[in-house]
């Protein structure tokens, strides 16, 4: 039988059994556990790295409020993308390319300019054709899509945010008789040049494939829409205007490590 006197257990004082751990040495496990963990991830950054190289068309016009005559405009894409973080299906892609953007307007000068017509110009029709160039940088997470996916195979959406840097701005207007192309810089076009903005930003979705080759790389094919939020004209006047395109892009990627 059982000895109900038996004395009690008494727990052990941690302090006792562990004597030597304190604050400080607490702090310096978990700062070698977190240099662990930042070394393990940047091991696995490099490891599925990529670089690709993309081109191909814009068709680009203003969308807004006081763009509601806008029509497209085609121009070219081209750059480079570098995958820095693969979790799962997951991939984290930034982009650099230069891409070619604007809107054309066939209406009367008057109603563009705001002008009356004069005896000189009549209504005679123009049209008005604004060329903007940029280095967009998109930021995408890339997802590929279990649905159809084989080894060689890969449907995948995209999506984020944009930031684009204006390089040049040309301005064409083109008439029966003839056309002017002139630099946003040039001194007709003053206003124009201080109205439009520097920069723009927005946000970019797109669907597409990845085809493998082995030994080569990937081939990619996606399409996408991109659509600014900054406003291109900043002059409180008919500034309701930003930029839309819908792009085709086709390109080749290879590792920059092997896989695991």
Known sequence: ???KSAPAINKPDMKQVYPN?????LHKLLHILLVTLVFTLGCTIAV?????FKGGVNLANFIGQDAANSEDVMGLNAGISLTLIQIGPLAITPEVYYAQKGARFSDQLRQIGETEPTPETGEELFDLEFRLDYIE???LAKITLPIG????FRPFIL???????RLDCQISLTSAEQQSIEECTDEQFTDVRTAFNNADRGFVVGTGIDLDIPYLGTITLDGRYVRGLS???DDGVNDDIHNRSFTLMLGYSFGLGARR
């Open 1 to 3: 039988m059982l000895n």
């Open 21 to 25: 751990i304190s604050r400080s040495r």
């Open 48 to 52: 599925h790295a990529q670089i690709g």
């Open 137 to 139: 940088v998109p930021i």
């Open 149 to 152: 996916s084989r080894d060689y």
């Open 159 to 165: 999506g984020g945010p944009i930031y684009a840097w």
């Open 231 to 233: 406003r291109l004209r």
